[in-house]
């Protein structure tokens, strides 16, 4: 049962242009959803999040976006660089009574190419 | 602060055997995460430790099991090794707040081949 989808697993996009990644969800008891950017050798690096009762949090070039009625989230990279390139996660997040616990996506490839 | 780490980086094992991971968290952090993360997959949660308690577990068969020391560091114990074992094993760590989401930092993880 695969609650958080990730549906591309490869997006390329030109330097400097717009990356969007999307993920969709069907637990309707998350109530944050996070972005990591995952590099080779590293493990997974937290870049932003939103809460489930906003529908847009914005950090520098990233914005993600929450549309809840759709269970449905993306992240906006502007402008893209070369340095964004990375495997990203969507992952959510439910406190279950005694724990918080993450469920991840299966992750997009982003390639920022010049 | 180093962060979280995690050892050993990698681990090549035969299938029937018994493995343990080990991870420090972040200076500060009371609660360690552990996540498989097969090749092509997204991390799966095997279980979280929280004051040297199991506090709630994923869908892994009792062949997993783990540990928290009162210094907060964590193991990871898989024993009869399968094939399917094979994965890069993350740890993370957060410090407890409330009844919400705590940020989790991630370790490097420990890559493990099972032969």
């Known amino acids: 049962d695969q609650q958080v989808k990730q549906n591309s697993p490869s997006l390329s996009v030109q330097e400097g242009r717009i990356s969007i990644l999307n993920c969709d969800y069907t637990n309707s008891m998350f109530d944050y959803f996070l972005w990591y950017k995952k590099y080779p050798a590293e493990g997974p690096t937290f870049l932003i999040s939103?809460?489930?009762?906003?529908d847009k949090n914005e950090d520098g070039r990233f914005t993600v976006f929450l549309n809840k009625s759709a269970k449905h989230l993306s992240l906006h990279i502007v402008p893209s660089q070369p340095g964004d390139s990375a495997v990203y996660f969507c992952a959510a997040s439910v406190w279950t009574g005694t724990a918080s616990k993450l469920t991840f996506g299966t992750g997009t490839r982003l390639q920022v190419t010049l | 602060d180093a962060g979280v780490t995690q050892s050993p980086t990698h681990l090549i094992k035969t299938r029937g055997q018994q493995v343990t991971l080990r991870c420090s968290p972040k200076?500060?952090?009371?609660?360690v995460s552990w996540y498989q993360q097969a090749l092509g997959q997204g991390p799966q949660f095997i279980f979280q430790y929280y004051e040297e308690e199991e506090r709630q577990r994923g869908n892994f068969p009792d062949r997993f099991s783990g540990h928290q020391f009162p210094n907060y560091s964590s193991e990871l114990n898989v024993n009869a090794l399968l094939l399917g074992d094979s994965a890069l094993y993350l740890c993370?760590?957060?410090?407890?707040?409330?009844?919400?989401?705590?940020?989790?930092?991630f370790g490097p993880g420990t890559r493990l081949t099972v032969l």
């Open positions: 993370a760590s957060s410090f407890l707040q409330g009844t919400s989401y705590n940020e989790q930092f």
């Open positions: 200076s500060g952090h009371d609660t």
């Open positions: 939103i809460s489930s009762i906003k």
